[in-house]
Protein backbone atom coordinates (compact mmCIF):
# COMPACT_ATOMS: atom_id res chain seq x y z
CA UNK A 1 0.00 0.00 0.00
CA UNK A 2 1.29 3.65 -0.75
CA UNK A 3 -0.28 7.04 0.53
CA UNK A 4 0.26 9.01 -2.96
CA UNK A 5 3.24 10.90 -1.22
CA UNK A 6 5.76 11.45 -3.69
CA UNK A 7 9.20 10.68 -1.99
CA UNK A 8 11.26 11.32 -5.14
CA UNK A 9 11.60 12.52 -9.01
CA UNK A 10 13.43 9.64 -10.41
CA UNK A 11 14.53 8.76 -13.88
CA UNK A 12 14.19 6.34 -16.53
CA UNK A 13 17.85 5.31 -17.26
CA UNK A 14 16.99 1.99 -19.63
CA UNK A 15 14.57 0.42 -21.09
CA UNK A 16 14.96 -3.18 -22.79
CA UNK A 17 11.65 -4.38 -24.28
CA UNK A 18 10.63 -7.97 -24.85
CA UNK A 19 7.65 -9.17 -26.42
CA UNK A 20 5.66 -10.27 -22.97
CA UNK A 21 7.11 -7.95 -21.07
CA UNK A 22 9.97 -5.02 -20.68
CA UNK A 23 12.61 -4.75 -18.12
CA UNK A 24 12.64 -0.51 -16.83
CA UNK A 25 15.68 0.43 -14.83
CA UNK A 26 15.04 3.67 -12.79
CA UNK A 27 17.54 6.27 -11.30
CA UNK A 28 16.47 7.52 -7.91
CA UNK A 29 17.98 8.75 -4.42
CA UNK A 30 15.55 6.28 -3.18
CA UNK A 31 18.19 3.15 -3.69
CA UNK A 32 19.33 2.62 -0.27
CA UNK A 33 15.98 2.27 0.96
CA UNK A 34 15.36 -0.52 -2.10
CA UNK A 35 15.35 -3.85 -1.90
CA UNK A 36 15.55 -6.88 -4.00
CA UNK A 37 11.61 -7.64 -4.01
CA UNK A 38 10.76 -4.33 -2.46
CA UNK A 39 7.70 -3.00 -3.72
CA UNK A 40 7.68 0.82 -5.59
CA UNK A 41 5.38 3.16 -6.94
CA UNK A 42 6.13 3.91 -10.62
CA UNK A 43 3.96 6.65 -11.69
CA UNK A 44 1.27 5.30 -9.30
CA UNK A 45 1.83 1.36 -11.01
CA UNK A 46 3.02 -0.92 -8.21
CA UNK A 47 5.75 -2.82 -9.52
CA UNK A 48 8.42 -5.01 -7.91
CA UNK A 49 12.44 -4.08 -7.73
CA UNK A 50 13.77 -7.15 -9.16
CA UNK A 51 17.44 -6.27 -9.14
CA UNK A 52 19.37 -2.97 -7.12
CA UNK A 53 22.46 -0.62 -8.01
CA UNK A 54 24.40 1.27 -6.73
CA UNK A 55 22.05 4.64 -7.60
CA UNK A 56 18.90 2.67 -9.45
CA UNK A 57 16.66 -0.43 -9.48
CA UNK A 58 15.47 -2.61 -12.23
CA UNK A 59 11.65 -4.11 -12.35
CA UNK A 60 9.90 -5.91 -15.12
CA UNK A 61 6.87 -4.75 -16.20
CA UNK A 62 4.37 -7.00 -17.97
CA UNK A 63 3.00 -5.94 -21.74
CA UNK A 64 -0.79 -5.64 -19.90
CA UNK A 65 0.60 -3.75 -17.71
CA UNK A 66 2.06 -1.49 -20.62
CA UNK A 67 -1.31 -1.70 -22.42
CA UNK A 68 -3.58 -0.36 -19.75
CA UNK A 69 -1.28 2.46 -17.84
CA UNK A 70 0.90 5.36 -19.16
CA UNK A 71 3.82 3.57 -18.80
CA UNK A 72 3.70 2.12 -21.88
CA UNK A 73 4.68 5.85 -23.26
CA UNK A 74 7.77 6.07 -20.88
CA UNK A 75 11.22 6.44 -22.42
CA UNK A 76 14.76 6.53 -21.56
CA UNK A 77 14.89 10.13 -20.19
CA UNK A 78 11.76 10.32 -18.45
CA UNK A 79 10.77 11.77 -15.05
CA UNK A 80 8.39 9.66 -13.21
CA UNK A 81 7.40 9.56 -9.37
CA UNK A 82 8.38 7.15 -7.38
CA UNK A 83 6.72 6.36 -3.89
CA UNK A 84 8.50 3.19 -1.51
CA UNK A 85 5.42 0.78 0.21
CA UNK A 86 3.74 2.46 2.98
CA UNK A 87 4.99 0.83 6.70
CA UNK A 88 2.92 0.75 9.66
CA UNK A 89 5.02 3.36 11.70
CA UNK A 90 4.45 5.64 8.18
CA UNK A 91 2.14 8.46 8.66
CA UNK A 92 -0.51 8.69 6.46
CA UNK A 93 -0.62 12.01 5.16
CA UNK A 94 -2.21 11.36 1.43
CA UNK A 95 -4.40 8.48 1.09
CA UNK A 96 -4.93 5.04 0.22
CA UNK A 97 -3.46 3.79 -2.57
CA UNK A 98 -2.92 0.75 -3.67
CA UNK A 99 -0.54 0.77 -6.56
CA UNK A 100 -3.65 -0.84 -8.89
CA UNK A 101 -4.45 2.06 -11.28
CA UNK A 102 -7.98 2.20 -12.90
CA UNK A 103 -7.27 3.67 -15.91
CA UNK A 104 -5.85 6.25 -17.46
CA UNK A 105 -6.55 9.95 -18.43
CA UNK A 106 -5.63 12.90 -20.63
CA UNK A 107 -4.45 15.80 -19.57
CA UNK A 108 -6.88 18.39 -21.50
CA UNK A 109 -6.18 21.99 -19.75
CA UNK A 110 -3.39 23.89 -17.52
CA UNK A 111 -3.85 27.34 -16.24
CA UNK A 112 -0.38 28.11 -14.55
CA UNK A 113 -0.38 30.84 -11.79
CA UNK A 114 2.10 32.07 -9.16
CA UNK A 115 0.03 30.30 -6.02
CA UNK A 116 -1.26 27.22 -8.08
CA UNK A 117 -1.80 25.70 -11.26
CA UNK A 118 -5.52 24.73 -12.29
CA UNK A 119 -5.04 20.82 -14.09
CA UNK A 120 -7.88 18.99 -15.29
CA UNK A 121 -8.07 15.53 -16.11
CA UNK A 122 -10.70 14.13 -18.73
CA UNK A 123 -10.69 10.35 -17.12
CA UNK A 124 -13.03 7.64 -18.68
CA UNK A 125 -16.84 7.62 -18.01
CA UNK A 126 -16.65 4.49 -15.95
CA UNK A 127 -14.25 5.60 -13.30
CA UNK A 128 -16.58 9.11 -12.94
CA UNK A 129 -18.91 7.09 -10.46
CA UNK A 130 -15.90 6.89 -7.87
CA UNK A 131 -14.97 10.47 -8.23
CA UNK A 132 -16.52 13.25 -5.56
CA UNK A 133 -16.09 17.02 -4.97
CA UNK A 134 -13.35 16.96 -2.38
CA UNK A 135 -12.66 13.22 -2.54
CA UNK A 136 -8.94 11.66 -2.94
CA UNK A 137 -7.74 10.44 -6.31
CA UNK A 138 -4.67 9.20 -7.38
CA UNK A 139 -3.14 10.87 -10.59
CA UNK A 140 0.24 9.04 -11.77
CA UNK A 141 0.59 8.21 -7.90
CA UNK A 142 0.09 11.70 -6.28
CA UNK A 143 -2.41 11.86 -3.78
CA UNK A 144 -4.49 15.09 -5.29
CA UNK A 145 -7.97 16.45 -3.62
CA UNK A 146 -10.76 16.39 -6.36
CA UNK A 147 -11.46 20.53 -6.51
CA UNK A 148 -14.40 20.01 -9.63
CA UNK A 149 -16.47 16.97 -11.17
CA UNK A 150 -18.05 17.63 -14.76
CA UNK A 151 -19.59 14.41 -15.42
CA UNK A 152 -20.98 15.57 -19.23
CA UNK A 153 -17.49 16.74 -19.98
CA UNK A 154 -16.12 13.84 -18.63
CA UNK A 155 -13.42 16.48 -16.83
CA UNK A 156 -11.80 16.30 -13.49
CA UNK A 157 -9.88 19.46 -12.03
CA UNK A 158 -7.26 19.27 -9.57
CA UNK A 159 -5.51 22.46 -7.90
CA UNK A 160 -1.91 22.04 -7.67
CA UNK A 161 0.61 24.01 -5.48
CA UNK A 162 4.35 24.74 -5.72
CA UNK A 163 5.14 21.84 -3.22
CA UNK A 164 3.46 19.49 -5.62
CA UNK A 165 4.65 20.34 -8.94
CA UNK A 166 8.43 20.93 -7.68
CA UNK A 167 8.12 16.83 -6.42
CA UNK A 168 6.34 15.24 -9.10
CA UNK A 169 6.48 14.97 -13.09
CA UNK A 170 2.89 16.92 -13.39
CA UNK A 171 4.29 20.30 -13.72
CA UNK A 172 6.05 18.81 -16.87
CA UNK A 173 2.83 17.39 -18.63
CA UNK A 174 1.65 18.67 -21.66
CA UNK A 175 -2.10 18.92 -23.65
CA UNK A 176 -3.04 15.09 -24.52
CA UNK A 177 -0.40 13.67 -22.08
CA UNK A 178 -1.55 10.48 -20.85
CA UNK A 179 -1.69 9.78 -16.86
CA UNK A 180 -2.57 7.15 -14.95
CA UNK A 181 -5.57 7.07 -12.17
CA UNK A 182 -6.79 5.24 -9.52
CA UNK A 183 -9.63 6.34 -7.94
CA UNK A 184 -10.44 5.41 -4.08
CA UNK A 185 -10.97 2.12 -2.98
CA UNK A 186 -13.10 2.49 -0.65
CA UNK A 187 -15.98 3.50 -3.17
CA UNK A 188 -15.16 0.46 -5.12
CA UNK A 189 -16.04 -1.62 -2.02
CA UNK A 190 -19.04 0.44 -0.98
CA UNK A 191 -20.62 0.00 -4.28
CA UNK A 192 -19.91 -4.12 -4.38
CA UNK A 193 -21.19 -4.76 -0.83
CA UNK A 194 -24.32 -2.26 -2.30
CA UNK A 195 -25.15 -4.30 -4.99
CA UNK A 196 -24.94 -7.30 -2.95
CA UNK A 197 -27.40 -6.21 -0.61
CA UNK A 198 -29.35 -8.89 1.30
CA UNK A 199 -27.11 -11.68 0.39
CA UNK A 200 -25.65 -13.80 3.02
Not at 88 to 103: S, Y
Request: glycine share 8%; net charge negative; aromatic share 4%.
Amino acid sequence: MFTGLIQDLGSVSAIERGTDSAIVTISTSLVSSIGKGDSIAVNGVCLTATSVSNDSFSADVMVQTLKLTSLKSIERGSAVNLELATTMATRLGGHMVQGHVDGVGKVVATQPSEDWWKFVVEVPETLLRYIVNQGSIAVDGVSLTVGEVDDEAKHVTLWLIPETLSRTNLSSKKLGDEVNIEVDVIAKYVERLMNRKGEV
